[in-house]
C-alpha cells in the first residue's frame, strides 16, 4: 500500500463519506425533533435516484402517483379529524382541497414535462420536488398520531414504512438498477489519483448543504423552533411551537436530504430499488457516532465510516459489511461509559 | 345453503379427480409476483402455447403463483401431491423456492423439473432434474475462451453470496485444470455504492483477465470501476449478465466484454455448427411470433426446453404405466435419467441416474460486446 493507493482509497472514502454525512444529518434531525428513529431515511435515497432515472428516459416516474395518493390520505386523514371535532363541512372540505393543490400541481407538471425530456438540472429540481413532499406526508399518515409513543414503537412504525416503500419502489422503478448521467463530466489527475467532477460535486453540496442547515437552526425562527422541540418537546408547546408542524418540517428536510443524496450518488454507483437501505443505515452508524445528538460528530462519524469502508474493502472486500457494522458496538460501549445510563423515555 | 355448497365443492371435485386420472397433469409453481416474478411472468407465456396433448394423451396444465416465497412455493408443491395428483411438478423459477418444493416432490416420488440452477445435498435430488446450465458448464466455456486468448492469470471480482461462491469455486477448479492461475479474489455486493478499493486491488495484480461475477445491471458498476482505474486487460462476465441491461447501465465501458450465455436467447447468431441453432431457433421465432419481436428470454427458454424433454420422456413412460399412478411418476423418471443426449434451445442435455444436471460442454456460448450489442465469438 504505497501513497498513490492510499490516496486513491482515501479519495473515494470521503466521496462516500460526504453522502453518508448528509443521511446522518438528516438521521440525528429527525430523531432530535421527533425521537424516531428514521430507517426509510435510505429508502428516499433510492426515489430520487431512480425518480431521475426515470425522468431520463422521457417516462413518467411513480413517485407521481404515491405523492398524489399520499396527499388524498393525509387530507382524508385530517378531514375526519376535523369533522369529529365539530368543525362545519364547508370549511374542512376547503382545507383539504387547498392541501391537495400543491402536490396536484407537482404532479401535472412532472406528468407534462416528463415525455419533454428537459435539462438535467430541471429533471433534478423537478425530481426534488417529487421527492421531498413525501417527508411530511408520511409523517402525517403513519407517525403523527403516534407522537406521544415510546421510541420503541417508533421504531416499529419505521421498520413498517421502510418495509413498504421498499415494496412500492419495486413497483414503480422495477427490479433493475439505473445509473444516472453525470451533472459535470470533468476529471483532474494529479500522479494516480484522479479527481472527477462528480466527487468535486458531492463534497460541494455536501458542505453548501451542512452550512445552510447551521444558518437555518441558528439564525431563523423556524429553525429555532425546531431547536427547541428538540430540546424539550413540552416546553416547546407551551412556547406555542406546534410539534406536529415540528414533525413535518424534519421530515420534509430529510427527504429533501434523502432525494438529494439520490441525485449524487446516482451518478457514481448503479441504484436499485433496495440500494437505499444500505447506505441509509451507514449514515445511521455514522449518527450514533453522535449519539443521535451532535451533528458534527456524525458527520465526523460518516467520514471515518466511508473511509474504513474503502480500506476495509481493500484488505478484505468479503468483510467489508462486517468491518463497518461492527465499529457500532465499540462506538456504543464507548457512548454509554461516558455518559452512563440515562432513560430517553420520560 | 352451506351444505348446498360444500356439496357442490365435492362434486366439483370429483369430477376433476376424475378428469385428472384420464389425462397427464402437471402443476407448475412459478413466481407470477415477488422479486423473480420477471422470471416467472414470461414462462406463464410459454406454457400458455403448450400443445393441447403429448403422444395422444390430454395434457393438464396447473400454473399457480408462488410468489417469491418459498413457503407459499412448498404449500404449493403439497397441494399439487395430494389435491391434483400431478405426474410431474414445474417449478420453481426462483432458487429459494424451488429448493423449497424439493422435499416435496421426493417425499411423494414425483418428478419435479426445476427452473433454476438450485444446489441440493447429495442424495437430496433423486426426484428433481434441472434445466438450467450448471455454473461449471459455463466455466468450462469461459476457460476454453481464455486458453485461446492465451490469459494465464484472471482475478476474481464477485458478488459475496451462493452466486458469487459457487462461480468462484467452479470456475477455480476447471481454470485449474488448464493451468490458468487465480491471482486475487475480491468481493462485493450488489447494493455496494462503490467498488473502488476492490477495483484498485485487482488491477495492481495486474492479470491477463478479470471475471467479474454479477448479474443484470449490477454486473456494470464494477466493470466500470475496473475500466476506470484504466485496466488494460479482457473482462469476462457470467451469464446471469448476459441481459440487456449489462449494456444499458455500462453504456461503453464494457464495449469489448466478453460474456458467457446459453444458447437460446442468441439463436439467428448461432453458428451452423452449434447443436442448439434449430431448436433455439424454433423457439425464439415462435416465441416472437406470440408476443412481439425482441420479447425473447432466458426463462421462457427453459419453458420451451420443458416441452422436449416431456415430448421424449412421456412416450417411454406411458409404455410403462397409465398417468396419474405410482408407477407413472417412477417410470417417468426413469425415463428422463435414460432418454440420453438431448438438444434443448439453450443447448445439450444428457441426464443420468448420478447427474441430474446434465447439460454437455457444449452447451456455452462467449459473445462479445460490440457496439453494444452482442457477437457470437
Known amino acids: 500500500m504505497d501513497f498513490s493507493i492510499a490516496g486513491i482509497l482515501a479519495l473515494d472514502g470521503i466521496t462516500n463519506g460526504a453522502i453518508y454525512a448528509l443521511l446522518a444529518l438528516a438521521t440525528v434531525l429527525v430523531f432530535a425533533v421527533t425521537r424516531v428513529i428514521f430507517i426509510p431515511q435510505g429508502e428516499f435515497v433510492a426515489y430520487g435516484a431512480l425518480t431521475l432515472a426515470m425522468l431520463q428516459q422521457g417516462l413518467v416516474p411513480g413517485t407521481v402517483w404515491l405523492l398524489l395518493a399520499l396527499a388524498l390520505l393525509a387530507a382524508l386523514a385530517e378531514a375526519v379529524g376535523e369533522l369529529r371535532r365539530g368543525v362545519t363541512v364547508g370549511k374542512v372540505a376547503g382545507a383539504a382541497l387547498r392541501s391537495l393543490v400543491a402536490p396536484a400541481l407537482i404532479a401535472l407538471l412532472a406528468w407534462w414535462a416528463a415525455p419533454l425530456k428537459p435539462p438535467l438540472v430541471l429533471q433534478a429540481l423537478l425530481t426534488l420536488a ?118 413535518r418540517l424534519s421530515f420534509g428536510l430529510a427527504a429533501f436530504i434523502g432525494a438529494l443524496s439520490g441525485l449524487l450518488i446516482g451518478a457514481t454507483t448503479t441504484m436499485f430499488y433496495d440500494s437505499g437501505f444500505l447506505i441509509g443505515l451507514k449514515g445511521f452508524v455514522a449518527a450514533i457516532f453522535g ?44 457512548r454509554s461509559f461516558q455518559h452512563g445510563h440515562h432513560d430517553d423515555e420520560e | 345453503m352451506k351444505t348446498f355448497r360444500s356439496l357442490g365443492a365435492a362434486m366439483l371435485a370429483l369430477l376433476t379427480s376424475l378428469a385428472a386420472h384420464a389425462d397427464i397433469t402437471i402443476g407448475i409453481s412459478l413466481p407470477l409476483t415477488g422479486p423473480a416474478s420477471g422470471l416467472g411472468i414470461p414462462m406463464k407465456n410459454q406454457f400458455a402455447l403448450f400443445p393441447q396433448s403429448i403422444a395422444g394423451e390430454k395434457l393438464n396444465l396447473i400454473i399457480l403463483d408462488d410468489a417469491t416465497d418459498p413457503s407459499k412455493g412448498a ?99 476447471t481454470a485449474e485444470k488448464s493451468g490458468i492461475k487465480v491471482v486475487g479474489v475480491e468481493r462485493f455486493a450488489r447494493a455496494d455504492t462503490s467498488v473502488t478499493a476492490q477495483a484498485l486491488k485487482l488491477t495492481s ?160 456460448v462467449i459473445l462479445k460486446v460490440v457496439n453494444g450489442d452482442w457477437k457470437v465469438e
Request: avoid cysteine; charge should be positive; charged fraction near 15%.
Open chain 1, 291 to 334: 449519539g443521535l445528538a451532535s451533528y458534527p460528530a456524525a458527520a465526523l462519524g460518516a467520514v471515518f465510516v466511508g473511509l474504513l469502508e474503502s480500506v476495509g474493502s481493500f484488505w478484505a472486500s468479503a468483510f467489508k459489511e462486517v468491518i463497518v457494522f461492527t465499529l457500532i458496538l465499540p462506538v456504543l460501549l464507548w
Open chain 2, 75 to 173: 404449500s404449493n408443491a403439497k397441494r399439487f401431491v395430494t389435491e391434483d395428483k400431478v405426474d410431474l411438478i414445474g417449478g420453481s423459477a426462483a432458487t429459494p423456492v424451488a429448493i423449497a418444493m424439493a422435499d416435496i416432490a421426493a417425499e411423494a416420488g414425483t418428478v419435479q423439473l426445476m427452473f433454476s440452477p438450485a444446489q441440493l445435498p447429495p442424495g437430496k435430488d433423486t426426484w428433481s432434474f434441472r434445466l438450467p446450465q450448471s455454473n461449471a458448464v459455463m466455466a468450462y466455456a469461459m476457460v476454453e475462451h481464455m486458453k485461446k486468448q492465451g490469459v494465464k492469470t484472471v482475478g476474481f471480482l464477485g458478488y459475496t453470496d451462493a452466486y458469487g461462491e459457487g462461480w468462484l469455486k467452479d470456475f477455480s477448479a
Open chain 1, 130 to 247: 417529487l421527492v421531498a413532499p413525501l417527508g411530511p406526508l408520511i409523517y402525517r399518515l403513519a407517525y403523527a398520531r403516534l407522537a406521544d409513543a415510546s421510541v420503541l414503537v417508533l421504531l416499529i412504525v419505521s421498520v413498517g414504512v421502510h418495509f413498504a416503500l421498499t415494496g412500492l419502489a419495486l413497483v414503480f422503478f422495477g427490479a433493475e438498477g439505473f445509473r444516472n448521467p453525470v451533472f459535470w463530466d470533468a476529471r483532474f489527475q494529479h500522479g494516480a489519483v484522479s479527481l472527477t467532477g462528480q466527487a468535486l460535486i458531492i463534497f460541494g453540496v455536501s458542505i453548501a448543504l451542512m452550512i445552510a442547515l447551521f444558518l437555518f437552526f441558528g439564525h431563523t425562527l423556524r429553525g429555532k423552533a425546531l431547536r427547541a422541540t428538540a430540546v424539550n418537546r413540552l416546553g416547546a408547546r407551551l412556547m406555542g411551537i406546534s410539534a406536529t408542524g415540528a414533525g
Open chain 2, 205 to 364: 495484480a495486474n492479470p491477463d483477465a478479470i471475471l467479474i461475477v454479477a448479474s443484470g445491471s449490477g454486473a456494470a458498476m464494477p466493470h466500470k470501476a475496473v475500466v476506470e482505474r484504466g485496466y488494460k486487460g479482457k473482462i469476462y462476465q457470467t451469464h446471469a449478465a448476459a441481459s440487456r441491461d449489462l449494456v444499458r447501465v455500462g453504456g461503453k465501458d464494457v464495449e469489448g466484454a466478453f460474456v458467457v450465455s446459453g444458447p437460446a436467447v442468441i439463436a439467428e447468431q448461432l453458428p451452423d455448427t452449434h447443436p442448439s441453432k434449430q431448436v433455439a431457433t424454433d423457439f425464439v421465432v415462435k416465441y416472437e411470433k406470440a408476443y412481439g419481436p425482441g420479447s425473447r428470454n432466458q426463462f421462457a427458454g427453459h419453458a420451451y426446453d420443458t416441452l422436449v424433454v416431456l415430448e421424449k420422456a412421456i412416450p417411454v413412460a406411458l409404455k410403462k404405466a397409465r398417468p396419474g399412478t405410482k408407477e407413472f411418476r417412477a417410470a417417468l423418471r426413469d425415463a428422463f435419467e435414460t432418454m440420453g443426449r438431448t438438444v434443448l434451445s439453450h443447448g445439450v442435455i444428457n441426464w443420468t441416474k448420478d447427474d441430474h444436471w446434465g447439460f454437455t460442454n457444449e452447451t456455452g
